[in-house]
């Protein structure tokens, strides 16, 4: 009898800990919870699988909450060794709609609409730069 009760708290202890990892893992944070209203309007991948992974995104939002920003930048994928640039546009003007695979990545014709830009380096160092593209 008494063998039986803790192989039902055994059983109930470890429907605990599955349910709680379900829990965790269906209701991570992501781009969708952010307060800003992101799109992403471009992107650009290399092929190469073997070397350095560089990613580029362009992404049109309405608003420059710099904080978000950073934010959305850091829920992008980043590869060990790889190098991930996200340049966020201002919604309401043109953007791109394709990248290239080197700088300056787009046409200078949307500079003037560039607000910024996210990176996060081959070593993981993150950096968000404002650009002054714009004739204030």
Not at 42 to 50: D, G, I, L, V
Not at 68 to 78: A, K, L, R, S, V
Request: proline share 6%; charged share 20%; aromatic share 16%.
């Amino acid at each position: 009898m008494k063998t039986k009760s803790i192989f039902y708290i055994l059983i109930l202890v470890v429907g605990g800990v599955v349910l709680w990892i379900a829990k965790d893992t269906f209701t991570q944070p992501g781009v969708q919870d952010l307060r800003g209203d992101y799109k992403e309007v471009a992107m650009y991948r290399n092929e190469n699988n073997t070397g350095p992974i560089v990613r580029v995104y362009a992404v049109a939002t309405s608003d420059t909450l710099w904080n978000e920003m950073e934010d959305y930048g850091n829920f992008m994928p980043h590869t060990k060794y790889g190098n991930t640039k996200v340049f966020f546009f201002n919604a309401t003007e043109n953007y791109p709609s394709e990248l290239a695979p080197a700088a300056p990545y787009f046409p200078e014709e949307y500079q003037q609409a560039c607000i910024g830009m996210y990176e996060k380096s081959a070593m993981g160092e993150v950096s968000l730069k404002r650009y002054p593209f714009r004739q204030r």
